[in-house]
């Protein structure tokens, strides 16, 4: 079983919907979880992160962490063309970036 | 924001050769520097963690005969594939760090690696 499970996409959502995307994990020591965002032949961006449970809300995006299930989601209101890109989720037990375990990335596209 | 760079982007080399990847950290001095592998359609996955001046840590399963890292500078880290084969065509993304923390970690676009 995978430490992380993320669906691969492809996801094609229209301009001003709301996008959710989703990470499941198996760790239970799972702590810090994080949200990095990849355009196209550019590295991954930290998005957001959060640590233990709970919401944590930036502009139009909101990072939901529901550790009881073992899994997080990422919701991004009123999607933009510019939000067009790959998303993954990622996820470590301590805060050393020696421990970090990826999913493989939701890939979004917003059409006008 | 900080910014890494990663040379070549794209590399085909002949199986048996030797392949070197350089990872830049432009506008900040990097103290650690990672290198990941992504095979297709599964996540990247670290390979080792260098420190600037000493040895890489390499992650278990990862040949560090085959995976040479050298981390010269606060700036750049090299990783050399040595003598190359078709099974190691991947896509090789290096993060650059101040220190090893979580969300101190900038990556660079990537090198995708393909051996015939």
């Known amino acids: 079983q995978k430490e992380v499970e993320q669906d691969p996409g492809p996801l094609s959502v229209p301009e001003g919907a709301i996008v959710s995307l989703n990470c499941t994990y198996s760790?239970?020591?799972?702590?810090?979880f994080m949200w990095y965002r990849q355009y196209s032949r550019k590295g991954p961006e930290l998005l957001m992160y959060t640590y233990s449970s709970g919401n944590k809300e930036d502009g139009r995006f909101t990072a939901q962490v529901d550790k009881s299930s073992k899994y997080i989601s990422l919701f991004i209101r009123d999607s933009q063309p510019s939000d067009s890109a790959t998303y993954l989720c990622a996820m470590s037990a301590s805060s050393g970036a020696n421990n970090l375990f990826f999913g493989t990335g939701t890939r979004l596209t917003v059409i006008p | 924001g900080a910014v890494v760079s990663q040379h070549p982007s794209w590399v085909i080399c002949k199986s048996g050769t030797s392949v070197k990847i350089e990872c830049r950290s432009l506008?900040?001095?990097?103290?650690?520097m990672f290198w990941y592998r992504q095979f297709p359609k599964q996540s990247l996955m670290l390979m080792a963690t260098?420190?600037?001046?000493?040895?890489?840590?390499?992650e278990q399963g990862v040949e560090k005969d085959k995976f040479l890292i050298n981390h010269a500078s606060l700036t750049l880290s090299t990783l050399t594939v040595t003598s190359a084969h078709p099974e190691d065509s991947s896509f090789y993304i290096c993060?650059?760090?101040?220190?090893?923390?979580?969300?101190?970690?900038?990556f660079g676009p990537g090198t995708r690696l393909t051996v015939t």
């Open positions: 506008d900040f001095q990097a103290t650690t």
């Open positions: 993060s650059a760090s101040l220190w090893s923390g979580l969300y101190e970690q900038y």
């Open positions: 760790n239970s020591a799972f702590q810090y």
């Open positions: 260098s420190n600037e001046g000493s040895k890489a840590t390499y």
